[in-house]
């Protein structure tokens, strides 16, 4: 069937900075996973034993960054994933969002055979088989008809000693078998040696494995829609016949999309599990509880999954403690003990790591509080602790521990429940306290000192009639990227509200934070954590968990205590769409700006250039008339500054 040719109209929305009317945002509760394993969108995961102990790591590839590597510091028969060394660092996303291991070579280590933006490509391990370092060989796969972001794996099909190509389009859902036509250290491939496998409709994610143990390799196949496709080898290895056999992966993948599987024994019972990663970011994971030839899935969420839940009353705050350039986890808890989740995944995709040991004088009364933030300016993260008794506590950070300040906020008792947050709110240098209280009011604490020596005063009625009822809890961002501080609130009842920054005073806006609530006592953080450009909504609760919400608009500088970084940012929503999205981008500073559209194969499909464009938050509608589905590319560039974006359009 021929494909139509997409249109895309785009339509300037705004040329001056943009007011927030409602943000779309986007429930992921996932993120916060403790596995240690980060959840990263387009999630792809590999296994290799990638430093030679005996027990298989994990690649994951994603949309987001260069490959996470996870390594295996358990054993063959028990697994423990945690984050490895930044051997993928070098590696660009745009090559690599999916990557798997074989010794193309032949010369005893493991090279990384990729796939990207950029389509397929060669990494040489030049290092060891325990020690990999990895260097591009560009164009191995030169001539190859794969398009961008193809889905690669290797394996002897044919039993002729030398490796085979199997590759997954992402355009039109093909995959591609192609023989190997020179020798076990010199691989060629070539279109004119290639056969097509099946068709799974869009965006295929195959690997091999020979499941049913006859000798031969079999071929599993994840794609857009849910589900997987199997392709059971019922030939032999000089004369493969591959036969869609769909009933062994029956209900699995069901509810996720864009599903990217492996198959590799992790449990070291000799029969293949099932890991994998979706559009969403999370690992699925499934034990083979079955026989060789006839699998039995089983879920299995300890490897990979699991709740962070603090025991009640969570109440979350985030600060990059360890200065490593991402946001770490702090949290209040029932019982009064300050929890400390160490983020050891990356600045868009978090993983925490409880080791909360440091903070343990920080208990005071039951249901805690805590804000973090450098009050005395020795670059040393301090914290202001609040309980249930409405009193205020300045921990002060030595490096080796805490000192309670006792004096420092003596005077200030806000009548129970106290929940602190730190914020720059009259923009003098120093941080003050914002602080929600049991009588659902919000305190302002001013720091009347200096930013190396604080002197905080309360000062009354500050934000007016505001009144949330019971339980008040703030966090505080500019939402609206007007220059001031904007505020959102949690309750008792577990209402989240929003109080636009009017400039003498503060007016509640009930559509930016419309429908989102939580059972009982909601809590609010604000932070990038997934290192857009804008601020995320986290919510404690009750229960002891958190509930993330991604927002997919850029809003705000950085939250409450840390700054933005980002000098051009660019989003789209919704994505994937069917007719229309908006693009939205955000400036630092007056520049001219450049947009391109390609589609998979490259092809320009529009090309724009606006100049002396101003700072702060614009957007573009994009208006979609017939057209074939598929990923479009749009690059953005401002600038030395470029950002590009993958949108996908539907059917």
Request: hydrophobic share 35%; charged share 15%.
């Amino acid at each position: 069937m021929m494909k139509q040719i997409l249109t895309i109209l785009i339509i300037l929305v705004q040329i001056l900075p943009a007011r927030v009317i409602a943000q779309p945002w986007e429930q992921n509760n996932a993120i916060f996973n403790p596995s240690g394993i980060p959840s990263l969108p387009f999630s792809q995961p590999r296994f290799a034993d990638l430093d030679d102990d005996g027990d298989l790591d994990m690649i994951i590839g994603s949309t987001d960054d260069s490959p996470f590597y996870a390594e295996n510091t358990g054993t063959n028969t028990n697994p423990v994933f945690m984050p490895g060394a930044g051997i993928f660092s070098d590696i660009s996303y745009l090559d690599a969002e999916i990557g798997i291991c074989y010794d193309i070579d032949n010369d005893g280590d493991l090279d990384f055979i990729t796939g990207g933006f950029t389509g397929l490509s060669l990494y040489e391990n030049t290092g060891t088989a325990n020690l990999p370092d990895f260097e591009k060989i560009n164009g191995f796969f030169n001539g190859l008809q794969v398009g961008m972001s193809p889905v690669p794996d290797l394996a002897d099909v044919d039993n002729d000693g030398d490796p085979d190509l199997l590759v997954g389009l992402s355009e039109s859902g093909l995959i591609k078998l192609y023989t190997n036509t020179g020798t076990t250290s010199s691989a060629q491939f070539s279109e004119s040696f290639v056969v097509t496998i099946g068709d799974v409709g869009l965006y295929a994610y195959p690997i091999f494995y020979d499941l049913d143990s006859d000798g031969d390799q079999d071929i599993l196949a994840g794609r857009d829609e849910h589900g997987f496709i199997y392709y059971q080898n019922t030939g032999n290895p000089s004369n493969p016949v591959w036969e869609p056999n769909n009933a062994l992966f029956e209900g699995i993948g069901i509810q996720t999309y864009w599903n990217s599987p492996d198959l590799a024994d992790l449990n070291g019972d000799a029969k293949p599990d099932l890991v994998y990663g979706s559009a969403a970011g999370p690992l699925n994971y499934y034990i083979n509880t079955g026989s060789l030839s006839v699998p039995v899935w089983q879920m299995n969420t300890t490897l990979f999954g699991g709740v962070i839940d603090v025991g009640g009353a969570s109440n979350p705050c985030f600060f990059d403690f360890d200065y490593d350039g991402d946001l770490d986890l702090f949290s209040g808890s029932q019982l009064g003990n300050i929890k400390y989740y160490e983020n050891t995944g990356t600045a868009s995709g978090p993983a925490w790591v409880e080791n909360s040991g440091y903070f343990t004088s920080l208990k005071h009364s039951i249901y805690g509080a805590v804000a973090i933030g450098d009050v005395n300016g020795d670059n040393l993260p301090d914290a202001i602790v609040g309980d249930l008794s409405g009193k205020l506590y300045y921990h002060r950070n030595t490096g080796s521990g805490f000192i309670f300040e006792s004096a420092a906020l003596a005077t200030i008792a806000l009548g129970g429940w106290s929940s602190p947050r730190l914020f720059d709110l009259d923009q003098d240098g120093d941080l003050d306290i914002i602080a929600g209280n049991e009588a659902g009011k919000l305190n302002y604490i001013k720091n009347q000192g200096s930013a190396t020596n604080p002197v905080w005063m309360i000062i009354p009625n500050f934000f007016g009639s505001i009144d949330v009822g019971s339980n008040c809890v703030p966090a505080i961002a500019d939402l609206d990227m007007d220059g001031d501080a904007d505020i959102v609130t949690g309750n008792l009842s577990g209402d989240v509200q929003f109080f636009e920054n009017m400039g003498t005073t503060w007016v509640e806006n009930p559509a930016p934070v419309a429908g989102l609530s939580v059972d009982q006592n909601a809590t609010p953080a604000l932070a990038d954590l997934d290192a857009d450009g804008d601020d995320d909504l986290t919510l404690g609760q009750y229960t002891g968990t958190f509930d993330y919400y991604k927002n997919n608009a850029i809003i705000s500088a950085s939250g409450e205590t840390h700054q933005n970084p980002f000098k051009l940012c660019l989003s789209a929503f919704p994505n994937p769409f069917l007719q229309s999205t908006t693009l939205h981008f955000y400036v630092a500073s007056a520049t001219d700006i450049s947009l391109q559209v390609t589609d998979i194969r490259g092809r320009l499909i529009i090309s724009e250039k606006w100049q002396n464009i101003i700072p702060g938050n614009h957007a573009w509608r994009m208006d979609i008339g017939t057209h074939p589905p598929g990923v479009y590319i749009i690059r953005l560039v401002a600038g030395n500054d470029q950002e590009t974006l993958k949108a996908i359009v539907g059917r």
